[in-house]
């Protein structure tokens, strides 16, 4: 998973600057999702969709950086362990605090918060709280961050010591309880991969199925790429330079397991589903929701439709493109079925399996996809207040509020992708159908936290 992939920042999207040959090259020769969505439209709680297939108020992680993984909760790793998986994680976590005593970017230590990968079914972990510089990680040469006058100026070679206008990043790469590795040098994305392909290669030896699980730092602030992904932008601006470069790093590591699992002999019934937690942020203007109105922290369909490919060459032997809405929430459900699991004490899911749409069995999806998130008060800062902005999509039709229920706007998304034409008065009825049955959605989840 990318972290802040625009659906348009990719070059087999219609990008048409950046670089990404390994997934323009994963994307013809396997499975297209062109109406994939995060769960909503901030990390933290998409990548809890992605871990427990359920909607994130459920999980009580509604906006980045707010709740964590409850003991209670059953987690995709979990769950394949029950079938002999082995099970990583690797990159950005998000999902709870790393740590009991040492302060990290969101959770002071206390033990309420503590909820890293190894309390949450993974056997190995190369993981961090938060974001995370995405080259030299653990120095960051630059100012004014999480601004849209960001400068990326940091450059190659790290200086020795913090010195000129350097400063040391807040998180750390966690292995264990208590355990960290610091001072990791060149490309973050190479960095995680290395961890990934080590457990990969080890697990393959062992003759042990897993599930790996790559979240990059990549293309969050704060994007830093070095000097040799730099340069294949090099008549662009420094800012582009390393936006871009950002991506194509990313890309490469990409590549990099794709072949891996060729060289290794599993590439033909390994699952590789890529795609990104939300749509790009409102941090700068380089990166691209592609038709989409909108972007990060909107439900708006730029918000939350996002650049996503699946590849099991032995199951999906020739390519093609799947328009049917899918969402993070889907995982669970689709891989426990794929490896025949079925958990005792299941809470509730709102994915669904999407195996048979993914086959052309079906086309359309059976269940609605529901969302809801904080409103964020000023599109340019993720702060958020009691308001809510809700949505609800069927198929084609998706009913959405942006002014916490005060008013609805349907729209026809196979007719109007940007979102510019509220056909509520045409069809009233459809209008008053998705309402009904999202407010029955939405109080199955307020029933279920009281």
């Not at 060289?263 to 939300?278: A, G, K, R, Y």
């Amino acid at each position: 998973m990318a972290d802040d992939l625009g659906y348009g920042d990719v070059a087999y999207n219609g990008n048409p600057i950046v670089k990404t040959p390994h997934l323009d090259a994963m994307a013809s020769q396997g499975i297209k999702l062109n109406r994939f969505y995060a769960a909503a439209p901030v990390c933290s709680p998409t990548r809890a969709s992605c871990l427990t297939g359920r909607h994130p108020y459920r999980v009580k992680i509604p906006w980045a950086g707010d709740g964590f993984i409850a003991p209670e909760e059953i987690t995709i790793a979990e769950a394949l362990k029950t079938k002999g998986y082995a099970t990583g994680h690797f990159g950005k976590w998000h999902v709870g605090g790393m740590s009991e005593t040492v302060k990290q970017s969101y959770f002071p230590g206390p033990p309420t918060t503590y909820s890293p990968p190894w309390k949450n079914g993974f056997d190995v972990s190369f993981s961090t709280e938060s974001m995370m510089p995405t080259y030299n990680p653990y120095y960051l040469k630059g100012g004014d961050f999480g601004t849209k006058d960001y400068k990326y100026i940091q450059s190659e070679p790290i200086p020795e010591g913090l010195n000129n206008e350097g400063f040391e990043w807040r998180d750390y790469f966690w292995t264990g309880k208590d355990t960290y590795i610091k001072d990791l040098k060149g490309d973050a994305a190479t960095i995680v991969m290395d961890q990934a392909l080590n457990f990969i290669k080890e697990s393959t030896v062992n003759k042990q199925p897993f599930l790996s699980v790559i979240w990059f730092h990549n293309v969050h602030t704060p994007v830093v790429a070095g000097d040799k992904h730099r340069a294949l932008y090099k008549d662009l601006s420094g800012e582009e330079q390393h936006w871009y470069g950002g991506i194509t790093a990313m890309d490469d590591q990409i590549g990099r397991l794709r072949s891996t699992l060729k060289t290794l002999n599993i590439s033909e019934n390994t699952i590789v589903w890529f795609c990104s937690d939300n749509g790009p942020s409102y941090i700068h203007n380089y990166n691209s929701a592609g038709p989409f109105r909108g972007k990060k922290s909107e439900l708006y369909e730029g918000g939350i439709v996002v650049p996503a490919i699946i590849e099991w060459p032995a199951k999906f032997k020739t390519a093609y493109e799947v328009d049917v809405p899918m969402v993070t929430s889907d995982f669970y459900a689709t891989l426990l079925d794929i490896c025949g699991i079925k958990m005792e004490n299941q809470p509730y899911l709102d994915g669904q399996n999407v195996l048979p749409i993914l086959t052309k069995e079906v086309t359309k999806r059976s269940t609605p996809i529901g969302f809801r998130s904080p409103l964020p008060s000023r599109h340019n800062k993720a702060e958020v207040q009691d308001a809510e902005q809700v949505a609800f999509i069927d198929n084609n039709y998706k009913l959405i509020s942006m002014d916490n229920g005060a008013s609805y706007q349907l729209y026809d998304l196979n007719k109007d992708v940007a979102e510019t034409m509220d056909i509520s008065a045409q069809f009233p009825q459809i209008k008053k159908d998705l309402l009904i049955k999202f407010k029955s959605w939405s109080k199955s989840i307020d029933d279920e936290l009281k």
